[in-house]
């Protein structure tokens, strides 16, 4: 039986690099986006032609019952729910002294509470499956570090990394595996190249990560890492931390 995998975020470069590398497995994939639907729709004419049925949806994940009706709908489509890729989480500059009550709610809401929701509504169908939960948290999220221009986005990231070891820790036992991956600074959307060498100045590596390294170490992680890997924030950065 194929795999059926879940890309929420699926609109977003690293999202949209996931499911073209995992579709070479012959795996069906549902792609999830909030507002982006045409550019999940454009990518399924790249899947098919490697071979994988796809199913497109669009859900506001920070409702629980929006959650839950993704997760029926990928049900009702594929059967069945092998592995679930919580990719959504928008990075955006708000400097912590002038953000508001309303901005931080949204920033935890998007990058934390759709983390939850998700896997909240898809761990009987992983537990029935002993499927995977791959999360997406940052590099340096696990000693706690922060800047003054994305506290929110860090306080979430940080939610995302206790999650992804309660999780680890609660599901083990029934087979499922769950983990996360800590992006550095990634070349996504139109970067000019003063962006480029700005980033690249930040980076032991000298240059951004690229979204089709991050899809890389996901299909590793999902296909061939070993099952005791359960719990892991595993760094894609270049050495570059927060």
Same mark, same amino acid.
């Given at each position: ?45 790249? !899947?098919? =032609?490697?071979? +994988? *049925? ?6 506001? $994940? %920070?409702?629980?019952?929006? &959650? ?80 003054? !221009?994305? =506290?929110?986005? +860090? *306080? ?6 206790? $999650? %992804?070891?309660?999780?680890? &820790? ?73």
């Amino acid at each position: 039986m194929a795999q059926s995998i879940l890309i929420t975020g699926a609109s977003s470069e690293i999202g949209r690099g996931i499911a073209l590398e995992l579709a070479s497995g012959g795996a069906s994939i549902a792609l999830h986006c909030n507002q982006n639907l045409q550019a999940i729709t454009e990518l399924q004419p790249l !899947l098919t =032609a490697r071979g +994988c *049925a796809s199913h497109v949806m669009r859900y506001d $994940l %920070t409702h629980p019952d929006q &959650a839950q009706s993704m997760i029926d709908e990928v049900i009702g489509v594929f059967g069945h729910l092998d592995v679930l890729i919580n990719v959504v989480g928008p990075f955006h500059y708000h400097d912590i002294t002038e953000m508001t009550p309303d901005e931080w709610q949204e920033a935890i809401a998007l990058n934390l509470h759709t983390c939850f929701n998700v896997t909240y509504h898809a761990q009987p169908y992983l537990c029935e499956s002993r499927g995977h939960i791959v999360n997406f948290a940052f590099a340096g999220v696990e000693n706690i570090k922060a800047w003054p !221009l994305s =506290a929110a986005y +860090c *306080a979430a990231k940080a939610g995302i990394a206790i $999650l %992804t070891k309660t999780w680890a &820790a609660a599901l083990a036992p029934k087979g499922v595996r769950v983990n996360a991956i800590c992006p550095g600074l990634v070349e996504e959307g139109a970067v000019t190249e003063a962006e480029r060498k700005r980033m690249a100045e930040q980076i032991p590596l000298g240059r951004p990560v690229r979204p089709q390294e991050i899809a890389a170490t996901v299909k590793w992680l999902v296909t061939e890492s070993p099952a005791s890997m359960i719990g892991s924030l595993i760094a894609v950065s270049g050495a570059w931390e927060y």
